[in-house]
């Protein structure tokens, strides 16, 4: 076991850990946050994607040891946030999500997108998702909510 | 009587934004793994590591060995037995844990609990299981083979299942002088909704009953089922799926998992939880589309076709599954093939082949993927041998529209629609007069650009008699819906159906809009909870629309007539002066509430009429589509593809859909599914594939060597709607859930012929990998060679 | 999927680290950013006794040039070179490579010096770095050394480094303005691992590499000196020829994709 701090949404938690656990399964099961979701576990499908430090990363292949010091925002934390409010609202208009499970995972990514590559176009915005899979929606809606988002940020 | 009110657009046909949304986009969606219990213990497999085997023994680790179970340890639970009245149909029990033998990689041996997945691993890991190795069959056509070892040493032979069709070719022997002939395989795959499988049970001792949450599509199936194989009655079992990231097929039927998790919880008195990891659903879940066929088209020289000789072989894999049985997908080729042609003489053979594989699931479009793709392939294929186009071999043979309803050559009653209009329109929409020149104008090298099309007609929503005739474990009948109205007015609607991702919380809140003019933010829809809804066998085969949706509005329609007795007598007025409008039951004399109707009924019953119906106002309808045979959805796709002739890369530069599944009851939603199936459409044709060594050892257990279809892989959709109500359905709706991803691989391949059809190659095996389209080009190559010798 | 039991210790300097794999019991293994290894220790392909983690380790994570070297740290993620943070014509074509490799989630956390530790043939860095030339940095018990990069790798998963020791940086040549390079990689998806590389760099001579094959990635001889004679392009038809020269094991496929790695490897470089 090996003893944790960091920041989680604003938060700060200490916890002792097992040295195996990844962060993701520690936000989803210590802490309850199962808006992070586990989609394969090899940090190719992007479902568990939580910003760190303000960055995007895998919480499925970093275990939460490695997380020690960090601020970690999870979907549940971004209540304030305007980008993310703008993606949550787009996402809805367009159709971007069926079943779900994806979607908080690409919500974060999507987030990066529009706040690190304001003048991205689709093209960009496709290659950038390549690490976010979605299984339902053919990404349509998602690349559309997406490119809402950076038209809107950029008036 | 109800007309609804459809004034502000939010029942059908209205693109109303998705009521589930919400919870989703905040992450606070609730999936089968987000539950929790102290206590509780988490499960993990120990499974085969190889293909074909007998167990010889099961070490358990030392200290731990009441943690670790196997087929011995759980003497009463059953093997899972899908029955089926198909012809000569040989279906194999399927053992929750393996019993005595082993049938596929992946295949449960044992399970281990523990208080983390991860100690749970350990103890799975730490679990030695000697196998005594039997040769494999891992090839459909090989398993054929009189010499081939017997997966089930009892059958005699691999074979499940065979259908056939004969007709007498000489017919139109003399009218069709052109017969085109070819060999077309699909790949194995895995479904892979985002969320894998998973459960938690739990034993409830206030009421007696093991408590499942569950990530199924067919809530009540996995009750009937589990009660069946643990040995419990019905009323023992309760099943929810809470939010289900994804079915598409794989969530559509009992799982071993499911089964032993109950056996679990019942037996040891605690809560345990499974959640299906990535690489146990690329290996176990590697379960679907795999078919050989020889097609041979026979048509005229201008290219109408009249035959169709059709060999299919399916690989079904090692069992049986609960309740659809793996001979379904035998059974749909044989009906589907022919397609939308209206067709004079059909010869079909299918066989069923058992291999050391997992078990054949139906994956959302059922066999119709295959059957499109190869009838499709082989039309264009004629085409060329022709010089004709494509398109107009398709308009020239289809069924016209002045012919339906029309009974096909394979006994399917086709309702309505114009197929040969859809293919014009999608040919139009791509611009093939556009492409065709710059195919002269390019010069050959580099990259090719070819264009492509598929068409194909979907049975949905087949009830009561269709699978009646396969006889299989659970026949759907009249589908229900509940609807009660609450004191305060609004509505609260239960169905048996289960929405993972199609978004019914709001289609079917349009439809109650549609009847009560009932705003779709004051409609609760509760599904996948059988201790709350309707028996039902659930959602699978494009049925929920059409059946709970038609179920729906006639229950809405009699909560209606009930709301209209207590307000024409609130109102002093007649019956017939009243009706449901907008939300309200309106009359010339005023208006009444739906809160002041359900205030009346739950609070106030003094001011009830003496006439009041005393069901009161909660209402249960059953609803069945007459003829039940189906609604019959189509569709063209048509796509334009570049071809790196140096690395055999395709990339689909366009594409194009138009679609007719009758009445749309959102737009939005009808859209959303047809892009998403598109998109694993695009994954069966370019890049999904379940490989095996000679041995039987999956080669794809992580999406590093499986390929998931991503955003750069989906091609900028272009879609167009035909219109085409089902004279035989509530509304005229057809299903269409999974009509996507049929046309899609034939399409694609059809489309790459085309831009290698210079060069003479041809593709004929998905998924159309690099490696693949290089090597027909190289065989091309030598071909030519050989003819210039 | 869940990692086998591990002993972890964050290191809080890289003496510490270094003593820490000396004392180590059993398989030991240093953790950067973690994106390789995090992947093969859930799926239990990698089940080390000792993880060290260096992600705090200071001193790893700087991009500096002095004259025509640039000092590369072991730590510097793939994110930050595809920022731009590497200068010059060495940091463009460092740019093009990093952009490629896998998402930017695992960019962010995952390392050069990770990458190129790891040696997986099929990775970016140990075929592009291999290009560039130049040398790795290596602390052991004993001190600093430096290894060409043409020496460190060795096979799959096999590199010069020795057990107690590790990678901390690399020193590459800074490329004057008139240098060439070129990238090019074949592979299913966009992040997805190569099926085959040419990586390019035409400074003070010609250096070519054929990447993502069974082995090690490797300099192919003849398209250098081609390329040295003044070609400015290789034909597929050519760079079969000279591939299989290296690499006799290949099928038909795989050495066409390399081939064509190669080739527009060249032709980017001249573009």
Known sequence: MTELTLKINGEDVTADVETRLSLADFIRDHRRLTGTHLGCEHGVCGACTVLMNGEPVRSCITFAVVADGTEI??????????????????????????????????????RDIVTRL?????????????????????????????????????? | ????????????????????????????????????????????????????????????????????????????????????????????????????????????????????????????????????????????????????????????????????????????????????????????????????????????????????????????????????????????????????????????????????????????????????????????????????????????????????????????????????????????????????YDIEVYRCRTQTMTTNKPPLMPYRGVARPGVCYAMEMTIDALARDIGVEAHDIRTMSMVKQEQLPFMSIAKKHFDSGDYAKSVEMVVDMIGLDKIRSEQISANGEGRLVGVGMGSFVEQ???????????????????????????????????????????????????MAYEVLGIDPSQVTVTHGDTGLTPYS???????????????????????????????????????????????????????????EIGRVWYLNPDELPDDVDQGGIEVTMGYRPEPDSGAFTYASHACKVAVDIDTGEVEVLDYAIVEDCGTMVNPMIVEGQTYGGATQGIGTALLEESTYDSFGNPGASTFADYMMPGATDAPHYRIDHMESPSPFTEYGIKGMGEGGTIPTPAAIGNAINDALKTIGAEVTETPFTPRRVRAAIAAANKNRQGDAA | MKSAKFDHQRAASLDDALKALGNADGEARIMGGGQSLGPMMNLRLAQPDLLIDISRVGGLDGIEVSGDV?????????????????????????????????????????????????????????????????????????????????????????????????????????????????????????????????????????????????????????????????ATEISVADARDMIAVHEPGFDDYDLQIHAVALSRAVGRAFA
């Open chain 1, 73 to 110: 925002t999870t979907i549940e934390g971004f209540e304030d946030d305007d980008p993310m409010t703008l993606l949550r609202q787009a996402f809805h208009e367009n159709h971007a999500l069926q079943c779900g499970y994806c979607t908080p995972g690409m919500l974060v990514a999507a």
């Open chain 1, 118 to 155: 304001p003048d991205a176009d689709e093209d960009r915005v496709r290659l950038e998702l390549a690490g976010n899979l979605c299984r339902c929606t053919g990404y349509v809606g998602i690349v559309n909510a997406i490119l809402s988002v950076i038209e809107k940020r950029r008036l």
């Open chain 2, 1 to 340: 009587m109800a007309d609804g009110g459809t004034t502000e657009g939010k029942g059908i046909g209205a693109r109303v934004l998705r009521k589930e949304d919400w919870r989703h986009l905040a992450g606070k969606a609730k999936f089968t793994g987000d539950f929790q219990r102290p206590g509780q213990k988490e499960m993990a497999f120990v499974r085969s590591e190889v293909a074909h085997a007998r167990i010889v023994s099961v070490t358990k680790p030392a200290g731990f060995e009441s943690s670790v179970f196997t087929a011995k340890d759980m003497p009463d639970m059953q093997p899972m037995r899908a029955p089926s009245k198909m012809p000569g149909y040989k279906g194999a029990d399927y053992p929750a844990l393996a019993i005595g033998k082993v049938r596929f990689v992946g295949e449960p041996v044992a399970v281990c609990i523990a208080d983390t997945r991860a100690e749970a691993e350990d103890l799975a890991q730490a679990t030695l299981v000697e196998f005594g190795e039997l040769p494999a069959v891992v090839d459909m056509l090989a398993a054929k083979a009189g010499d081939a070892p017997l997966i089930h040493e009892d059958w005699g032979d691999n074979l499940v299942m065979e259908t056939f069709a004969d007709d007498d070719f000489g017919k139109i022997a003399d009218r069709a002088t052109v017969v085109v002939k070819r060999e077309y395989r699909m790949a194995r795959h895995a479904m892979n909704p985002m969320e894998g499988r998973a459960v938690f049970a739990e034993w409830d001792d206030r009421t007696d009953q093991l408590m499942m949450w569950t990530s199924t599509q067919v809530p009540h199936l996995i009750r009937t089922g589990l009660a069946q194989f643990l040995g419990l009655e019905q009323r023992q079992v309760r099943v929810i799926a809470p939010d289900v990231g994804g079915g598409f097929g794989c969530k559509a039927l009992l799982q071993p998992e499911e089964v032993i998790a109950g056996w679990l919880t019942r037996h040891l008195e605690v809560p345990v939880r499974w959640i299906e990891d990535r690489r146990e659903h690329l290996v176990t879940g590697a379960n679907c589309r795999e078919h050989h066929y020889f097609v041979t088209i026979h048509a005229t020289p201008e290219g109408r076709i009249l035959g169709l000789d059709c060999d299919v072989t399916i690989d079904a894999g090692a069992y049986s599954v609960y309740p659809f049985t793996n001979g379904l997908e035998g059974a749909m080729a044989h009906g589907n093939l022919p397609g939308p």
């Open chain 2, 460 to 510: 949905t929503a087949h009830g009561t008699s269709v699978f009646a005739s396969w006889g299989v474990a659970m026949v759907p009948g009249y589908e229900q819906a509940t609807v009660r109205l609450t004191p305060d007015g609004g509505l609260e609607l239960r169905i048996g159906v289960q929405s993972h991702g199609q978004g019914m919380e709001t289609s079917m809140a349009q």
């Open chain 2, 537 to 595: 066998t659930g959602t699978y085969a494009s049925r929920s629309m059409v059946m709970a949706g038609g179920a729906t509005a006639r229950a809405c329609r009699v909560l209606a007539e009930r709301m209209e007795i207590i307000a024409a007598h609130l109102l002093q007025c007649e019956r017939a002066e009243v009706t449901v409008r907008g939300g309200k039951i309106v009359s010339g004399k005023g208006e009444v509430s739906f809160a």
């Open chain 3, 70 to 230: 640039i000092r590369v740290g072991a730590r510097v993620t793939h994110a930050r070179v595809e920022d731009g943070e590497v200068p010059g014509v060495t940091g463009a074509y460092m740019q093009t490579v990093a952009s490629g490799i896998s998402y930017r989630s695992v960019r962010n956390r995952g390392t050069i010096g990770g990458s190129v530790a790891h040696a997986d043939p099929s990775a970016d860095w140990p075929s592009a770095l291999l290009a560039l030339g130049g040398d790795v940095v290596i602390a052991g018990q004993d001190g600093e050394r430096r290894m060409p990069l043409d020496d460190f790798q060795v096979g799959p998963f096999a590199t010069g480094l020795g057990f107690e020791e590790i990678l901390t940086g690399f020193e590459l040549p800074a490329l004057s303005d008139s240098a060439k390079c070129g990238y090019y990689k074949v592979n299913r998806k966009p992040g997805e691992f190569a099926d085959a590389i040419g990586a390019v760099v035409i400074g003070v001579s010609p250096r070519v590499v054929c990447g993502a094959t069974e082995a090690a990635p490797f300099r192919v001889s003849v398209a250098e000196e081609k390329l040295a004679a003044g």
